[in-house]
């Protein structure tokens, strides 16, 4: 299905990110697993990707540093060539009630979240225009749509994410490159196991489908939007949250 295609999916050592990075080899495209934190949970995303038969590479760099972003899109470029597919899925959570919430909290969560999707866009863009073909898939939250006590400085950013998803898709479309953002809802991730378990009881009370969503179930849906069977698809936000959220 993506034989040939080379993507990248930021903050792909774990979570959804891994789950997509894996299922995107898994539909043959050669896959640059970003990361910046443990190096030994990137190697197994990599070492797993290549136990199936697929091609994957390690690049490390801090996606909300604008210097970092372009000299590694640059030697991506040189090493493997034009990147087709971009995930924008690097974030982290910094949560607090907004009284409390100190700069650097606002800061950090919006420069990762949200200005990563600037910075490494806008390096991997000229490359999607040269080859007229292109596949840019943002990964938002429910949490845009609903907000949530606690963490309006992500909530603020995921919703950016959606306004940048739109207004960029009219920009590209005529060189045939989509954008498209998905909102997952509560998922079971690394960073979702770390709440307590009254908060998760509470979250899966509100899902009409009574159970947490699995990070796989995102990456058929990223899958899906990067292929050439999603090419009439641009400018749309998927919700992917068992109920949750209707829109």
């Known amino acids: 299905m993506l034989q040939g295609k080379i993507a990248l999916v930021t903050g792909a050592s774990r979570g959804i990110g891994r789950a997509i990075a894996k299922e995107l080899a898994r539909a043959g495209a050669e896959v640059v697993i970003n990361y910046l934190g443990s190096e030994d949970k ?3 995303v990599k070492d797993s990707i290549e136990a199936i038969g697929g091609k994957a590479h390690l690049s490390r760099f801090d ?4 210097e970092e972003v ?9 090493t493997l060539g034009n990147i087709h597919i971009l995930v924008n899925n690097a974030g982290i959570t910094r949560d607090t009630l907004f009284i409390r919430m100190k700069e650097e909290d606002w800061d950090a969560v919006l420069k990762t979240n949200l200005f ?3 910075y490494v866009t ?9 080859t007229r ?5 943002n990964i938002s939250s429910v949490v845009a749509f609903t907000g949530n006590p606690g963490q309006v400085n992500y909530a603020t950013a995921k919703a950016g994410l959606i306004g940048f998803t739109k207004a960029l898709s009219l920009e590209v479309a ?15 991730t690394d960073m979702t196991e770390k709440l307590p378990e009254k908060v998760k009881e509470a ?12 990070p796989e179930e995102v990456a058929y849906l990223t899958v899906f939007l990067a292929s050439d069977q999603a090419s009439y698809i641009t400018g749309t936000v998927f919700h992917i949250n068992g109920g949750l959220f209707r829109g």
């Open 133 to 137: 073909w292109g596949r840019i898939i």
């Open 203 to 214: 979250f899966l009370q509100e899902i009409p489908l009574k159970r947490a969503g699995l």
């Open 174 to 188: 005529g060189r045939n490159i989509t954008v498209n953002a998905i909102a997952p809802g509560y998922i079971e």
């Open 70 to 78: 372009k000299k590694a899109l640059k030697e991506i470029e040189e």
């Open 116 to 118: 990563s999707a600037f």
């Open 42 to 44: 990137a190697k197994e």
């Open 122 to 130: 806008q390096a991997v863009l000229p490359m999607m225009l040269k």
């Open 63 to 66: 996606v909300s540093k604008p």
